[in-house]
C-alpha cells in the first residue's frame, strides 16, 4: 500500500513540474521555487540542454550540467535563499518569450552568520517545446555598489 501511494506522489509532482512551465511565468516561478529549494537538478531542467548562463559572478555556464553544477555550488555555501523577481517588460513572438527585471537576493552563509542581501538585474530569453517553456540563455548581473563621491 505504501508503495503505491509513493508512487502516486511521485507521478503527482512529476505531473505538477510539467505543468509549472505550461507558460513563461509558470516557468519563473517554477525557477524560484528551484532555487528556494536549493534543488541544482530541478533548476537545471527548466533549461534546454544547450543553453547559456551567465551568471553575477561573470562565470559562464553551457548545457544543463555546467548550470546545476554551478548552481550547487551555490547552494553549498548559502541557505535559507529567498529570491524576489521585479519583471520591467517581455516580449513574445510566437514560441519565443523574452523577460527583463531586477531580482533580490536574501541568503545566509552555510556555515553560519547573518543573512545579507544581493541585488541585480537579469534578462533572459525562453522558447517553447512541445507545449513546454524552457529557458534558452539567462543573464544576470549583480547591482553595481554605490561609490560615494568626494565634492571638493
Same mark, same amino acid.
Given at each position: 500500500?505504501?508503495?503505491?501511494? &509513493?508512487?502516486?506522489?511521485?507521478?503527482?509532482?512529476?505531473?505538477? %513540474?510539467?505543468?509549472?512551465?505550461? &507558460? /513563461?511565468?509558470?516557468?519563473?516561478?517554477?525557477?524560484?521555487?528551484?532555487? @528556494?529549494? @536549493?534543488?541544482?537538478?530541478?533548476?537545471?531542467?527548466?533549461?534546454?540542454?544547450?543553453?547559456?548562463?551567465? &551568471? /553575477?559572478? !561573470?562565470?559562464?555556464?553551457?548545457?544543463? !550540467?555546467?548550470?546545476?553544477?554551478?548552481? %550547487?555550488?551555490?547552494?553549498? =555555501?548559502?541557505?535559507?535563499?529567498?529570491? @524576489?523577481?521585479? =519583471?520591467?517588460?517581455?516580449?513574445?513572438?510566437?514560441?519565443?518569450?523574452?523577460?527583463?527585471?531586477?531580482?533580490?537576493?536574501?541568503?545566509?552563509?552555510?556555515?553560519?552568520? @547573518?543573512?545579507?542581501?544581493? &541585488?541585480?538585474?537579469?534578462?533572459?530569453?525562453?522558447?517553447?517545446?512541445?507545449?513546454?517553456?524552457?529557458?534558452?540563455?539567462?543573464?544576470?548581473? =549583480?547591482?553595481?555598489?554605490?561609490?560615494?563621491?568626494?565634492?571638493?
Amino acid at each position: 500500500m505504501i508503495r503505491y501511494l &509513493t508512487a502516486g506522489l511521485l507521478a503527482l509532482s512529476a505531473s505538477s %513540474q510539467v505543468m509549472a512551465q505550461e &507558460t /513563461p511565468d509558470a516557468l519563473l516561478q517554477a525557477f524560484i521555487a528551484a532555487i @528556494e529549494a @536549493e534543488d541544482s537538478q530541478a533548476l537545471a531542467s527548466l533549461y534546454v540542454e544547450d543553453a547559456d548562463s551567465y &551568471t /553575477p559572478s !561573470a562565470n559562464h555556464a553551457r548545457g544543463r !550540467a555546467a548550470i546545476a553544477a554551478d548552481w %550547487q555550488g551555490f547552494f553549498d =555555501a548559502f541557505d535559507n535563499i529567498e529570491l @524576489e523577481i521585479d =519583471a520591467h517588460g517581455s516580449a513574445h513572438s510566437g514560441t519565443s518569450h523574452a523577460a527583463w527585471g531586477l531580482w533580490t537576493l536574501t541568503q545566509t552563509p552555510a556555515g553560519g552568520g @547573518e543573512s545579507f542581501v544581493l &541585488t541585480g538585474r537579469f534578462m533572459d530569453v525562453q522558447t517553447q517545446i512541445d507545449g513546454r517553456w524552457y529557458y534558452v540563455a539567462d543573464h544576470s548581473s =549583480a547591482s553595481p555598489v554605490a561609490v560615494a563621491m568626494d565634492q571638493d
